[in-house]
């Protein structure tokens, strides 16, 4: 098993020094899933919410995200994120809505956290936008799907929810 890279010899947290690593090209994918009432899901597939388009502002959320993510996450490295993609995919059998986040850069460490803290942030924007009609709205599955670039190379989830 890998040692935890955030903690010094002594036991005391760190940001991880990337400053030698190779800059290689990245990419994460994640993804989440917030389910909700029959009525809720309904109103967000028709675009009717008297709030607006649901999912644009929640798209927008996650991608702005992703970009503050070393704001958010104390030892997280800020990164110049070269692509940024999010795709919600609606299932009216279950009422609800998975989203998947891709993320992309090139340099000496990874994405997983900007496509992780992207996914929760989407989902919680439709959280917020709909909870005054529905508050027993649950988010979850959230996970990395698979990455690759740098030392570690590719990674792939090997159950796929």
């Given at each position: 098993m890998n040692?935890?890279?955030?903690?010094?010899a002594s036991g005391q947290a760190?940001?991880?020094n990337v400053g030698d690593k190779p800059n290689t090209h990245r990419i994460a994918i994640a993804t989440g899933r917030i389910t909700m009432l029959p009525e809720t899901f309904s109103m967000i597939e028709a675009g009717t919410h008297k709030k607006g388009d649901v999912l644009g502002i929640a798209r927008i959320a996650g991608i702005q995200?992703?970009?503050?993510?070393?704001d958010l996450i104390p030892l997280c490295h800020p990164l110049a994120l070269t692509h940024v993609s999010l795709e919600f995919a609606l299932n009216q059998?279950?009422?609800?809505?998975?989203?998947?986040?891709?993320v992309e850069t090139t340099g000496p460490t990874g994405v997983e956290m900007e496509a992780l803290t992207a996914v929760q942030v989407a989902l919680l924007t439709i959280?917020?936008?709909a909870k005054a009609v529905d508050r027993g709205m649950v988010i979850g599955d959230v996970r990395l799907l698979e990455k690759?670039?740098?030392k570690s190379g590719e990674w792939k989830v090997v159950n796929p929810i």
């Amino acid at each position: 098993m890998n040692k935890l890279t955030h903690f010094d010899a002594s036991g005391q947290a760190h940001m991880v020094n990337v400053g030698d690593k190779p800059n290689t090209h990245r990419i994460a994918i994640a993804t989440g899933r917030i389910t909700m009432l029959p009525e809720t899901f309904s109103m967000i597939e028709a675009g009717t919410h008297k709030k607006g388009d649901v999912l644009g502002i929640a798209r927008i959320a996650g991608i702005q995200a992703s970009k503050k993510t070393s704001d958010l996450i104390p030892l997280c490295h800020p990164l110049a994120l070269t692509h940024v993609s999010l795709e919600f995919a609606l299932n009216q059998e279950t009422s609800s809505i998975a989203c998947q986040v891709r993320v992309e850069t090139t340099g000496p460490t990874g994405v997983e956290m900007e496509a992780l803290t992207a996914v929760q942030v989407a989902l919680l924007t439709i959280y917020d936008m709909a909870k005054a009609v529905d508050r027993g709205m649950v988010i979850g599955d959230v996970r990395l799907l698979e990455k690759s670039g740098g030392k570690s190379g590719e990674w792939k989830v090997v159950n796929p929810i």
